[in-house]
């Protein structure tokens, strides 16, 4: 064997940079699928003082550990009041129009709507600079979501009621929303990841905002207070800490064509909790969705960051 075939040629630190940003994406999605499991916990308690509890917990946590590590730690809060106001109002808005879409709709025709959002990432993905989505990904996307269908549908029937549309535009919204946010977050690749503890804390003023205007206040039991840390630490803070880092520097086509894993390890854990009943449906939906994601990696990936 000569030299040239024995020697491996070395990743650069671009494509270094790339893999993580992936992977710290795929953990998002795999913290995001435990959120199902754990809301079903909190059963009785308003959806905005969920949401601004565990934002809450998740902005402080963010901030204690910039303040542990000093000024570096404190540099790192600190961001352009563009990429501010981008992922306050995406990771606001994006709740926001969930929450409206459930009440207005019925939740199934609204979560079939609602993950529209993987496969506009993969259509949005192809307007970013040196990124090329092949017919590979969008096809992996489209087979993500038929498997999404078949989750959230069990094999039955959709009638989608145009008395329901105001539901159906806000689950679509919502969709649109992170989409939009997951591509748009990557013009601001240089802000620090732990930065979003500032915008959290927005995210939770906000939240409490909308739970005095429109709820009353429910006490948690001991147990759900601490189901709600566990989701401000993990599906909520970590989470989206991971999901930053991924649409900043990750390969976001493949990202959002993996997104479509969430729905499925989301219903798998339901099942091993005893949350949900079996289904063929799922079976179905794990060879589609398996399908989906081999495809997605066979397409086209970003070139630049």
């Known amino acids: 064997m000569g030299r040239r075939e024995s020697v491996a040629t070395a990743a650069s630190p671009a494509q270094r940079a790339m893999r993580g940003g992936t992977l710290s994406g795929l953990a998002a999605i795999g913290l995001w699928s435990a959120l199902a499991v754990l809301t079903t916990a909190t059963d009785g308690l308003p959806p905005f003082q969920v949401l601004a509890t565990t934002f809450a917990i998740a902005g402080l946590a963010g901030a204690c550990w910039a303040l542990a590590r000093g000024r570096l730690g404190l540099a790192a809060l600190r961001q352009p ?75 039955e029937r959709l009638g989608l009621d145009p008395a329901h ?40 003023a906000l939240g409490a905002a909308a739970h005095g205007l429109f709820e009353s206040f429910v006490t948690p039991t001991p147990m759900q207070w601490a189901v709600l840390l566990v989701m401000g630490l993990g599906p909520v803070g970590a989470a989206f800490l991971l999901w930053d880092r991924g649409t900043k520097h990750g390969d976001i086509a493949l990202l959002g064509t993996l997104s479509y894993a969430a729905p499925l390890l989301s219903t798998l854990l339901l099942l091993a909790f005893g949350a949900a009943r079996p289904h063929w449906t799922q079976a179905a939906a794990v060879l589609v969705l398996l399908a989906g994601a081999w495809l997605g990696t066979r397409g086209g990936r970003s070139v630049g960051g």
């Open 81 to 155: 009041a563009a990429a501010l106001a981008l992922s306050t109002a995406a990771l606001f808005g994006y709740h926001a129009l969930y929450f409206i879409a459930l009440k207005r709709a019925p939740a199934v025709e609204a979560n079939l709507i609602n993950y529209l959002w993987p496969l506009l990432i993969v259509l949005f993905a192809g307007l970013l600079p040196g990124t090329r989505v092949g017919w590979q990904r969008i096809a992996g996307a489209l087979l993500g979501l038929l498997g999404a269908v078949l989750l959230v549908t069990r094999g």
């Open 165 to 204: 549309a105001p539901g159906y535009l806000a689950a679509a919204g919502a969709a649109l929303t992170w989409a939009a946010y997951s591509v748009l977050n990557r013009r601001y690749a240089g802000v620090p990841s732990s930065a979003l503890a500032g915008s959290c804390l927005l995210v939770a």
